[in-house]
């Protein structure tokens, strides 16, 4: 089945400062690429996906880019807040089959 | 955030003993999950059910059960059976495909004493 890996598991930035998350996966076939933000203590929420059909998404200080090549797609966030600092999972899907979640990151933005 | 609920948000069981969680939603989604989380691990699949009567294992279905009698509820048993059961537990739904943006619920926090 579909593996995905995800680093850092924890990253430190100063506010202001951009962070990268990466995420790896192991099939070719995938072809959806979602990303959720789950803040402490609640649900997670979808902030920006991108699908196997473009290279590059983005919404206002969150992008999203992807190399099929390589097999790895990430998240960057611009300008970051502290207000940004919560726990991002990266996940992977082939088709109509299962969302495969990474280990998440947990993003610490400090005043 | 509304439209997807799960009760209780905290639950406390002995060893031995079944409980079941809820989790309904008014979004008219055909397609509803359940998720295991835990520290460090990340979303894990449970169960997953896209029409009504009809549901998949997902990645650890072991010592878990589900039903899906109605299109608004997707109710999840964990039995005695799993061996470890405390986690927190995520239920989320989709208008139909995996590749449809998924809303999850608050969660139900279950501790096993």
């Known amino acids: 089945g579909e593996n995905v890996e995800q680093h850092p598991s924890t990253l430190s930035v100063q506010e202001g400062d951009s962070a990268v998350i990466k995420c790896t996966y192991s099939d070719s076939a995938s072809n959806y690429f979602p990303w959720y933000k789950q803040e402490l203590g609640k649900r997670p929420q979808l902030i920006i996906d991108i699908r196997s059909n473009v290279g590059e998404k983005k919404d206002q200080r969150i992008a999203v880019t992807l190399n099929k090549t390589a097999k790895h797609f990430s998240l960057h966030i611009t300008e970051t807040q502290p207000e940004d600092s919560a726990v991002y999972f990266c996940a992977a899907s082939i088709g109509y089959s299962t969302l495969t979640f990474g280990k998440g990151t947990m993003l610490l933005v400090s005043p | 955030d509304g439209g997807i609920t799960q009760s209780p948000k905290y639950l406390f069981r002995k060893e031995g003993q079944n409980v079941t969680l809820s989790c309904e939603q008014n979004l008219n989604h055909d397609a509803m999950y359940w998720y295991r989380q835990d520290p460090g691990q990340g979303l894990r699949l449970i169960y997953y059910s896209q029409i009504v009567n009809d549901f998949q294992k997902g990645d650890i279905a072991e010592g878990y059960s589900v039903s899906r009698e109605k299109k608004e509820s997707f109710p999840l048993t964990v039995t005695s059976a799993q061996k470890n059961p405390t986690a927190f537990y995520l239920c989320?739904?989709?208008?139909?495909?995996?590749?449809?943006?998924?809303?999850f619920g608050p969660g139900t926090r279950l501790t096993v004493l």
């Open positions: 989320a739904s989709s208008s139909g495909s995996f590749t449809d943006t998924q809303y």
